[in-house]
Each structure stands twice: as structure tokens, then as C-alpha cells.
Nanobody, 125 residues
Framework: QVQLVESGGGLVQAGDSLRLSCAARGRTFSTMGWFRQAPGKEREFVSAIWRSGSPTDYADSVKGRFTISRDNAKNTVYLQMNSLKPEDTAVYYC????????????????????WGRGTQVTVSS
């Protein structure tokens, strides 16, 4: 059974850092990514990474603050989040794709085949 299990969320203050982890179980994936959904808003793309570690992509709102990485030996993807802002508050979802290509489609939900259940990140001002 394929599962994506997120961890690392929590309550922090503005300016703090958090590292999210997503462990994939059951198979390996080409692209892994992170999305988030804030209350009352649609789910939005945060970041993605190809199987080799490059290329990577980021939403404009997190560029320079968030870093995505992966450890293929552990079948795990990470999202290092620095300089957190209250507007980063959301449920963060891990996503994984079995596609054999990496294009602008990584910004869109349909590109991904599996999703985690999400981890809450709350940033207080």
C-alpha cells in the first residue's frame, strides 16, 4: 500500500523555522512536492523536486525562504521553512508523482498521483 506520511508541523512565531518531512512508503516516485491550504482558500503549490534533486521549483511567495530536498535512500522529501510569516499558516500536504517528465505541470494538482493527509503549520505574529 502506498502512503505518504508528513511530519514536522507545529506552532511557531514569525521569523522561526520548521522542517517538514514526508516519508513515502510502498514505492518510489519521480517528482515529490508540497502544497498548502489555508482556511478559506484553495490549495496552492509550494515546491517540487525531481528524483535526482534537480530541478526544483518554488512558489514566488516562498522563494528564498523555503528549501526542498530529498533523500532517495530514505524515500523522504523535506521542506525547510525559514523566516516564517503568519501568511504561511496552512495545512501542508505532501504530493508524489510517477510521471516520467518534469515540466510546468508540477505546479498543478493533477500532475500528482498520491497525497499525504497533511500537517498543520501555524505561525503567530
Amino acid at each position: 500500500q502506498v502512503q505518504l506520511v508528513e511530519s514536522g508541523g507545529g506552532l511557531v512565531q514569525a521569523g522561526d523555522s520548521l522542517r517538514l518531512s514526508c516519508a513515502a512508503r510502498g514505492r518510489t516516485f519521480s517528482t515529490m512536492g508540497w502544497f498548502r491550504q489555508a482556511p478559506g482558500k484553495e490549495r496552492e503549490f509550494v515546491s517540487a523536486i525531481w528524483r535526482s534533486g534537480s530541478p526544483t521549483d518554488y512558489a514566488d511567495s516562498v522563494k528564498g525562504r523555503f528549501t526542498i530536498s530529498r533523500d532517495n535512500a530514505k524515500n523522504t522529501v523535506y521542506l525547510q521553512m525559514n523566516s516564517l510569516k503568519p501568511e504561511d499558516t496552512a495545512v501542508y500536504y505532501c504530493a508524489a508523482s510517477i510521471r516520467t517528465y518534469y515540466t510546468g505541470a508540477v505546479y498543478t494538482s493533477p500532475y500528482y498521483d498520491y497525497w499525504g493527509r497533511g500537517t498543520q503549520v501555524t505561525v503567530s505574529s
